[in-house]
């Protein structure tokens, strides 16, 4: 019996009436700081306006929920009442360049920078886990990202972290859902090309969280995994699960070089 693959391929692709177009312009001097070889954030596909709106914190929108993060930051929780500023000082900036090193292996589990604030949280404060799509949850894990800004995404893949890798390697490249389709088909196979009016990015994870327009607030890295599982018919696994992590490990490898971006702003 002939493969279904190429049939559903063909469905998949084509129910999304996929056009092909004009890839990005990577030497364009606005956008050569995001670039890393062949490969390239959301950055570069985003407009002009967009680019702007990112650029500039006072007009970013997800400052909003940095700000807030900022405040939290100071504020005794839990039945230790102590803070976040209780172990890292008044002044975030002393998390410089930790967030480029994640999702990363914390005493052999493998550990994404919202898995981190809830184990401080838990652990060390004695508070409650904040919920993985909250306001607090989102402007802490931006604001803790914001301290590596412009650095090149640098995780870890080898060693103890390899058989994490593999696992998310694996679940790219997966086809599922009713229009079985992967995360390759999107974003290496089509990247550059277009899905009804919008041009597909390469899929990097270097500026999340991130505010996205068509959601109007800031959001996670595994909310758009979700969203993508839900677009191709697919099972969404739970935001923080082991399978998101792991996805995120290999997708943070395919943006390393890249600049950490976060808190961009997305379409």
């Keep these: 019996m002939a493969s279904k693959k190429p049939w559903g391929l063909f469905l998949g692709l084509g129910a999304v009436a996929m056009a092909a177009a004009a890839g990005p312009d990577l030497t364009n001097p606005a956008v050569t700081d995001y670039v890393a070889g062949e490969r390239y954030s959301g950055y570069v596909v985003n407009t002009p306006e967009t680019r702007a ?8 929108p997800a400052f909003m929920w940095v700000d807030k993060a900022k405040e939290l930051w100071g504020e005794a929780d839990g039945e230790e009442d102590v803070s976040c500023a ?11 360049g930790i967030a480029s090193n994640y ?3 914390v005493d052999g589990d493998l550990m994404t920078v919202e898995h981190r604030i809830n184990e401080c949280r838990t652990e060390r404060m ?3 886990e904040w919920k993985w799509e909250s306001d607090e949850m989102l402007g802490m894990s931006a604001l803790v990202r914001l301290q590596s800004r412009g650095m ?4 870890k ?3 103890r972290a390899k058989p994490f890798f593999e696992q998310g390697k694996a679940f790219y490249y997966q086809r599922r859902g009713v ?12 990247h550059g090309n277009k899905v009804r009016s919008e041009q597909l990015s390469m899929g990097m994870p270097n500026g ?3 505010y996205r327009l068509k959601w109007q607030k800031l959001g996670s890295l595994h909310r758009r995994f979700q969203g993508c599982n839900k677009n191709i018919r697919a099972e969404p696994y739970a935001k923080g699960s082991p399978e998101y992590t792991a996805l995120e490990l290999y997708v943070m490898s395919r943006a390393k070089r890249l600049p950490v971006e976060s808190p961009s702003v997305r379409k």
């Design 126 to 128: 004695k508070a409650p």
């Design 179 to 190: 229009l079985d389709l992967a995360c390759n088909h999107c974003h290496e196979r089509n």
């Design 103 to 105: 999702p990363k292996l």
């Design 86 to 96: 209780s172990c890292h000082t008044d002044n975030p900036e002393t998390l410089t």
């Design 157 to 159: 893949t080898t060693g």
């Design 152 to 155: 090149p995404v640098n995780v």
């Design 208 to 210: 999340f969280p991130t």
């Design 53 to 60: 709106m990112q650029d500039d914190d006072f007009e970013n």
